[in-house]
């Protein structure tokens, strides 16, 4: 670890004045957490905690990924293909009231196989359990709690009746589980009662408690429990196949006493305690089922031999160094920033009006820690809506997998934020999720291939979902194929673009050759399709609708997806007269047009929006994530501008997460002020002092999406090579980034002062050459393979 920061200390400064030693990364506070949106997560990929430091009953919320409710079926409505045809010609004439009414009992998805029930929304993620730390009733002084983001360690420390207490958490991933030691600065001093439990659910349908706390083995704290039956009424306990779990808290004390009360642990007079925090489910996460024969306690004894032999400092050091190699990767640096505020003071300043250059580097910075800490090895499913921390049992929308955009957005910063290894678990689940999609397509579209539609959950459904008026979305699939490619094409790993993407997305290419039907326009066009989750007026009745057909996203959508399906066919030279055909799909979709008002139209008619400032703004999808609207596409420049303003003057940028996308979209747009307005907006109006996005309640999303933006602002890569600085803000007047990736397998480091750069390091993993601009001049470079070139005096800075 000493040798690591060495290094980074001597690259830093060798890097130049403008690029100065980052301040320490650390959110801080002077009082504990009061609430859950207050604690501090931290996570290892499989378990998150949030940690409250609370010097007199402290709280550590533990949440273990794949513990979901429901079951696995296929929930595809088995009489979608029957009315196929049907509900195409309604909307086709002008019809889609009656379009909805015949759809909504026939594509809806369904309970289970063949069943005539609509299937209520699929089962939430859940909370795992609380454990609770009761010291009692103390007067404290000198407390300070906060999260290093760059080691990965929660730590709440303060004084009582002469005596120093420490508490230190953090989530390992080299031990795989969650560690706390609490240590008094005096012997003998240290008293708590520990015990655990799990909040009931508030449905009505539930009268009974699904888990059970016992002490287990002298040493240790054992929940263990079944999900229930949602449908079952009496209080008779779980039945049928739901899932199973068990979390524990295994307590090693340095000197006093540990004994049992009930179902709690009692510790007296000790120095030190050490805790090992965990949890497991009987998840099948290859086949995305239960697995009958796993017990998950008898996961937790084999679990518990591996780590509870390891020495805490032992463990820190592991999890530091693996934690920190992470973090290190990507160093952010602002001129004029200070650190000696805490941090909710710092948000509250800025919900006034101030400007922090601290708190902007922490966004982003916090955006890469949450996603190292909800996605990655040992974890086996992708970030949720809440990446993985979660206190409900039944979330705000279910805690699941939104795909028609916040799935999305939780990656959009996992490529050029050089974290690469979190995109694993959503390569796997993407691989995985195809066995219940291959069925959804033939059983509700008549096609080949494979779709999901708007959200999913840890069991793979992939059918409409919930109603027809938001879920029908089957162009989920190739936005997520996108970011399969994305992985290839920021690493050029074509090992992976072989065996993970292109499997994925030639399947789906399949699916979009079936599904894509004749328009009465002569498009070929989605039908049933929507814009997520927008309406608009429907002209021959005035009433709000949302089904339609060919609308402006799915259209965006098909042709960035087949470009880049077309563009894989042909690196591995497969299914390549396939994929030639595909370029015949494309010239016969809708184009992307402008309205009379110079916007872009969202639908295929020039409808007027129920919503002016909607949260969704689907139509801009080739402005970002996509690429089809640039510089190069003035007319839709310039319409993308518009709509944004537009959308802005109407109330849009209202949840955390839809703020985050307008970032990027500014971000694209060249505009840094507007990208610099957005960030500020974001602080005023949608994180909470945690730093947590506030949609609202918290999903995550803004936070990745935020981080997305920050470093679009500051490089861009595509097919024109890689641009620097493309939208600085001007208050960002000094600052340096180190270590962010460029499509194309590039590592790009830059500094800049008074606005202009100074520096900037190309560094190539693949050896390819690549065009750099910057204010509209450009060089080409070529750096061997793993060499590193300074482009800055090439492009005319001195």
């Not at 992985?487 to 997305?505: E, Q, V």
């Not at 494309?586 to 295929?604: H, S, Y």
């Not at 750099?772 to 482009?791: E, I």
Request: net charge positive; charged share 20%; glycine share 8%.
């Amino acid at each position: 670890m000493k040798h690591t920061l060495h290094v980074l200390l001597l690259s830093l400064l060798s890097w130049g004045a403008a690029a100065q030693l980052p301040a320490p990364l650390k959110l801080w506070y002077t009082a504990p957490a009061a609430k859950w949106m207050e604690a501090l997560p931290v996570g290892n990929g499989r378990l998150g905690a949030m940690v409250y430091g609370h010097p007199q009953a402290e709280i550590i919320q533990i949440n273990e990924q794949t513990l979901w409710g429901g079951t696995p079926y296929n929930d595809a409505n088995p009489n979608s293909l029957r009315v196929l045809d049907s509900v195409r010609s309604l909307l086709f004439a002008g019809k889609p009231a009656a379009a909805q009414q015949l759809a909504t009992p026939n594509m809806v998805a369904v309970n289970a196989e063949n069943s005539d029930q609509l299937a209520a929304r699929f089962r939430s993620y859940q909370t795992l359990m609380n454990l609770h730390i009761r010291y009692g009733d103390r007067p404290i002084s000198a407390y300070k709690r906060e999260l290093d983001l760059t080691t990965g360690v929660a730590v709440s420390r303060f004084t009582t009746d002469g005596v120093t207490y420490t508490q230190e958490v953090f989530a390992s991933a080299p031990a795989n589980v969650i560690v706390v030691k609490v240590k008094a600065d005096k012997p003998r001093r240290l008293q708590a009662v520990l015990y655990l439990d799990r909040p009931d659910t508030k449905d009505t349908l539930v009268r009974y408690k699904d888990a059970t706390t016992t002490v287990w083995e002298g040493n240790k704290l054992l929940l263990q429990g079944q999900i229930q039956d949602m449908q079952e009424k009496e209080n008779r306990g779980p039945v049928g196949k739901h899932m199973r779990f068990a979390g524990v808290v295994t307590v090693q004390q340095q000197g006093g006493r540990l004994q049992a009360s009930g179902d709690s642990l009692v510790v007296t007079a000790a120095d030190e305690l050490v805790l090992f925090i965990d949890g497991a489910t009987n998840y099948n996460a290859p086949k995305l089922s239960l697995d009958e024969l796993v017990s998950p306690v008898a996961v937790l004894q084999q679990a518990i031999k591996k780590y509870s032999q390891l020495r805490y400092d032992q463990l820190k050091a592991a999890h530091i160094k693996d934690h920190s190699a992470f973090m290190n990767r990507v160093t952010f640096s602002l001129a004029d920033t200070t650190t000696d505020k805490p941090t909710d003071a710092r948000l509250a300043a800025v919900k006034q009006g101030a400007y922090d250059a601290h708190l902007t580097m922490l966004l982003f910075q916090y955006g890469r820690y949450l996603l190292l800490g909800s996605s990655r090895r040992p974890g086996v499913l992708p970030a949720n809506l809440q990446g993985i921390w979660n206190n409900h049992i039944n979330a705000p929308w279910e805690s699941d997998f939104h795909t028609n955009i916040n799935l999305q957005m939780n990656y959009w910063q996992a490529e050029s934020g050089n974290l690469p290894e979190t995109v694993a678990p959503l390569s796997a689940f993407m691989s995985r999720i195809r066995e219940q999609g291959r069925i959804t397509a033939r059983k509700m579209y008549g096609a080949r291939g494979w779709v999901m539609h708007h959200a999913t959950d840890a069991f793979g459904k992939t059918g409409l979902q919930n109603q027809m008026y938001y879920g029908t979305f089957p162009m989920a699939s190739a936005w997520m194929c996108m970011h399969l490619w994305d992985h290839y094409d920021f690493t050029r790993n074509r090992r992976y673009l072989a065996d993970t993407a292109y499997p994925i997305m030639h399947e789906h290419a399949l699916f979009i050759k079936d599904f894509l039907v004749k328009g009465p326009e002569g498009y070929l066009v989605t039908a049933p399709a929507y814009s997520p989750e927008n309406w608009y007026k429907d002209p021959a009745t005035g009433e709000a609708q949302s089904l339609t057909y060919g609308p402006t996203m799915d259209n965006q959508i098909i042709r960035e997806f087949l470009e880049r399906y077309i563009t894989a066919a042909h690196i591995l030279k497969k299914d390549v007269a396939f994929a030639d055909s595909m370029q015949q799909v494309m010239a016969q979709l809708p184009p992307t047009r402008l309205g009379k008002d110079g916007r872009i139209l969202e639908w295929i008619k020039p409808y007027e929006e129920e919503d002016p400032g909607h949260r969704h703004i689907s139509h801009l999808f080739s402005l970002y994530p996509g690429t089809g609207i640039n510089a190069a596409t003035p007319a839709l420049f310039a319409g993308a501008r518009a709509t944004l303003a537009y959308r802005l003057a109407h109330g849009g940028g209202h949840t955390g997460w839809s703020r985050a996308w307008i970032i990027n979209f500014y971000a694209r747009l060249k505009d840094g002020e507007k990208v610099f307005e957005n960030i500020q907006a974001l602080f005023r109006k949608s994180i909470y002092t945690n730093l947590f996005d506030d949609h609202p309640p918290f999903q995550i999303d803004g936070n990745f999406g935020s981080a997305a933006g920050i470093t679009e602002a500051l490089l861009q890569s595509g097919r024109e090579g890689i641009e620097l600085l493309p939208a600085l803000p001007a208050a960002w007047q000094e600052g340096a980034i180190k270590g962010i990736r460029a499509r194309g397998g590039f590592e790009v480091d830059i500094a800049w002062k008074n606005n202009r750069l100074t520096r900037a390091a190309i560094r190539s993993f693949t050896g390819e050459p690549v065009t750099v601009t910057y204010k509209g001049k450009s060089v080409v470079v070529q750096p061997a393979k793993g060499a590193v070139v300074q482009v800055a005096q090439q492009l005319g800075i001195q």
